[in-house]
T-cell receptor, first 111, second 113 residues
Framework: GQNIDQPTEMTATEGAIVQINCTYQTSGFNGLFWYQQHAGEAPTFLSYNVLDGLEEKGRFSSFLSRSKGYSYLLLKELQMKDSASYLC????????????FGGGTRVLVKP | DGGITQSPKYLFRKEGQNVTLSCEQNLNHDAMYWYRQDPGQGLRLIYYSQIVNDFQKGDIAEGYSVSREKKESFPLTVTSAQKNPTAFYLCASNRPGDFYGYTFGSGTRLTVV
């Protein structure tokens, strides 16, 4: 079966850094996606990791360790607009890269 | 511009009624998916289709039905057998090997009244 865990909620201050962890147990793993979702809207793509290591994109970075079944999303220089839910999702190769999602982490940025 | 269109954006259903949510894409993607999202939770897979005239059940298929008669279209019917249908429904599509994961529609919010 597939199992993806991430914290339910995190709070941070504007300008700070927040790290959202995600652990996964899946068969046929073919990469780890992070999406941002504002309330009532569709998720938007943030990052994709298939090899071990860190991918950096501006204020957002994502890390993957396949041997540990672990990923994190790092948000730097937090802005109020970063208040949203962040979804971790594992791609399953055998199913045409079907995504299995975690429950999402709600990040609240305070002034 | 290419994309996925879901309609309607808001839908109200009476108890015991069937309703159909529309999902159309012009991205030439082979695979299409339906997810359900409850407040404060992640996305749960209802049904998916990787090719025309074929589809598979996801994790929570009971009370739902789909069809895939055309590559562009993947409608979802919420039947009266679905006891708690109030939720946000998202349609998505992709090509295997697509490194951006899914393209999502804007969602349909279904409320039972």
């Amino acid at each position: 079966g597939q199992n993806i865990d991430q914290p339910t909620e995190m709070t941070a201050t504007e300008g700070a850094i927040v790290q959202i962890n995600c652990t996964y147990q899946t068969s046929g793993f073919n990469g780890l996606f992070w999406y941002q979702q504002h309330a009532g809207e569709a998720p938007t793509f943030l990052s994709y990791n298939v090899l071990d290591g860190l991918e950096e994109k501006g204020r957002f970075s994502s890390f993957l360790s396949r041997s540990k079944g672990y990923s994190y999303l790092l948000l730097k220089e937090l802005q109020m607009k970063d208040s949203a839910s962040y979804l971790c999702a594992a791609a399953i190769k055998a199913a045409g890269n079907k995504l299995t999602f975690g429950g999402g982490t709600r990040v609240l940025v305070k002034p | 511009d290419g994309g996925i269109t879901q309609s309607p954006k808001y839908l109200f259903r009476k108890e015991g009624q069937n309703v159909t949510l529309s999902c159309e894409q012009n991205l030439n993607h082979d695979a299409m998916y339906w997810y359900r999202q409850d407040p404060g939770q992640g996305l749960r897979l209802i049904y998916y289709s990787q090719i025309v005239n074929d589809f598979q059940k996801g994790d929570i298929a009971e009370g739902y039905s789909v069809s895939r008669e055309k590559k562009e279209s993947f409608p979802l019917t919420v039947t009266s057998a679905q006891k708690n249908p109030t939720a946000f429904y998202l349609c998505a599509s992709n090509r295997p090997g697509d490194f951006y994961g899914y393209t999502f529609g804007s969602g349909t919010r279904l409320t039972v009244v």
